[in-house]
């Protein structure tokens, strides 16, 4: 193996370690019953968007096809993680990053 294929190995595997403590995150934050309602549903819309077989714009759709899973779900997370009061999603973090 080249030393460009182990570098790019290693930051796809630094990509998935971060995108599941992100899930990790969303997932108790949408538990703690400090969360608002409002913030639950986007979370969800967001995870739901994300696993759904269908997209709202299908991807054959040169660049705007993509681009609306790249535009609409950091949209809907940040949303929700606006509306929810910063002391929880502070605690998810520091939860998530005590757990191995």
């Known amino acids: 193996m080249g030393r460009r294929h182990k570098s790019v190995l ?6 998935a370690k971060s995108f599941k403590r992100e899930v990790r995150v969303y997932r108790l934050v949408l538990k ?10 986007t979370l ?3 995870i739901g968007y994300a696993v759904m077989p ?4 299908p991807d054959f759709i040169p660049v705007i ?5 790249a535009v609409i779900l950091p949209l809907l997370i940040l949303f929700a993680l ?3 009061p910063r002391q929880v999603v502070e605690e998810a973090c520091a939860q998530v990053d ?3």
Do not use: M
């Open 10 to 15: 290693a930051k796809l595997r630094l990509l």
């Open 32 to 41: 703690d019953c400090r969360t608002p309602r409002l913030a639950k549903w």
């Open 44 to 46: 969800g819309l967001a």
């Open 54 to 57: 269908f997209d709202i714009i």
């Open 65 to 69: 096809g993509h681009l609306d899973d």
């Open 82 to 84: 606006k509306l929810t």
């Open 98 to 100: 005590l757990v191995p």
